[in-house]
């Protein structure tokens, strides 16, 4: 590339074996803008699809399998998508892919298609030990019921019915004192904590926020973490302006020092990824998903259900489905968290 034997794009890198030190050097070129930016987590996913796909022994699944994870998954995500893929939704998307494959080689084993599979097969391999991801064939399976494929095959979505038992309340308020006043505690992790266990963040979300998402006014400082900015308690508060001060990427090569990432990453110009912040929450003891679950439930206790979408930057759904938890059958326990 740097002789000219080779153009200066992303085709010529994706030519070369994929791993650590490919991405590295694009994400220095990219940063530097010598290459443009590109979503590449998109790309991933689009490569891995399409080595599944040129795996299927049998053209019949790989045309089917091509219309679910081409024509609906990706298009699906690219029609929500906000500009940026998050590792969590690749995720997802390889999950149902892969349920689907291994589904389709069952039926194919059994001498069976999608189209002549019926009910009682479908719930026969749902008992199987051998039925890896079973929790996310769901979709594939109402998809193929939707397209007329087999209109006759059910398989109900999993409903959230609330928390499957009571959360510690006081551990959460013991974090956050533990994280206001921990001097021993880097400043990353120190915020990273706090909007777990006040706002109900997932360290993905975390991972996302920018410098521009801190709105500083005087002495009042708010965040955006949905459409309606946060004023932040004036401890997290100068917290947070102090991580805008000191955050640093731990690049070393490529880092122009322009990023915006309220949480730098280990490449040039992307942020920490949201398994990085999680790995540090654990670190300092404190459960991601526990703590994202305590506060949701104290939350969706004090707010209506379109406030907390709106300041959490959650959706509706999700937040109205909490606000009914907490005000059924847990009512009695919040009351005695109330008291106490």
């Known amino acids: 590339m740097a002789s000219g034997r080779r153009p ?3 085709a010529t890198l994706d030519e070369q074996p994929h791993g650590q030190a490919i991405e590295q050097l694009r994400a220095i070129l990219v940063n530097t803008g010598a290459l443009p930016a590109r979503d590449e987590y998109l790309i991933r996913i689009q490569r891995w699809i399409d080595e599944q796909l040129a ?3 049998s053209t019949t699944d790989k045309e089917l399998l091509h219309r679910y994870a081409v024509w609906h998954l990706l298009r699906r995500h690219r029609q929500r998508d906000r500009g940026v893929t998050t590792d969590n939704q690749t995720k997802a998307i ?5 349920a689907a494959t291994v589904f389709l080689d069952w039926l194919r084993e059994n001498n069976l298609t999608p189209a002549t599979c019926r009910q009682g097969d479908l719930e026969r391999w749902l008992s199987l030990p051998a039925a890896s991801h079973r929790r996310y064939l769901g ?3 109402r998809w193929v019921s939707r397209q007329g494929i087999n209109p006759h095959l059910h ?3 999993v409903r959230w019915t609330g928390p499957t038992g009571p959360f510690d309340h006081e551990q959460r308020w ?5 994280l206001l006043d921990g001097t021993d505690i880097d400043t990353s992790t120190r915020v990273a904590g706090l909007l777990a266990l006040f706002y109900a963040q997932t360290p993905t979300a975390i991972s996302r926020l920018t410098t521009d998402d801190v709105l500083v006014n005087g002495d009042t400082v708010q965040l955006r973490l949905g459409t309606t900015p946060l004023t932040l308690p004036p401890p997290l ?7 805008i001060a000191t955050r640093r990427s731990t690049a070393v090569l490529g880092e122009t020092g322009t990023s915006t990432w309220l949480f730098p990453g280990k490449r040039p110009g992307q942020p920490a990824r949201g398994i990085t912040i999680s790995r540090q929450l654990h670190r300092a003891g404190i459960q991601p998903s526990t703590a994202r679950s305590a506060a949701l439930f104290q939350l969706a206790t004090e707010l209506p259900a ?6 959490l930057g959650i959706h509706p759904k999700v937040a109205a489905e909490w606000q009914r938890a907490a005000s059924g059958d847990w009512s009695s326990y919040a009351a005695d968290i109330g008291r106490r």
């Open 8 to 10: 200066l794009d992303h």
């Open 55 to 57: 795996a299927r022994p």
């Open 94 to 98: 390889k999950y149902q892919v892969t």
């Open 139 to 141: 979709h594939f399976v």
């Open 155 to 157: 398989m109900r979505a």
């Open 174 to 178: 013991q974090h956050i004192h533990h």
């Open 237 to 243: 508060a100068e917290l947070v302006t102090d991580l």
């Open 306 to 311: 379109v406030v907390l979408a709106r300041a």
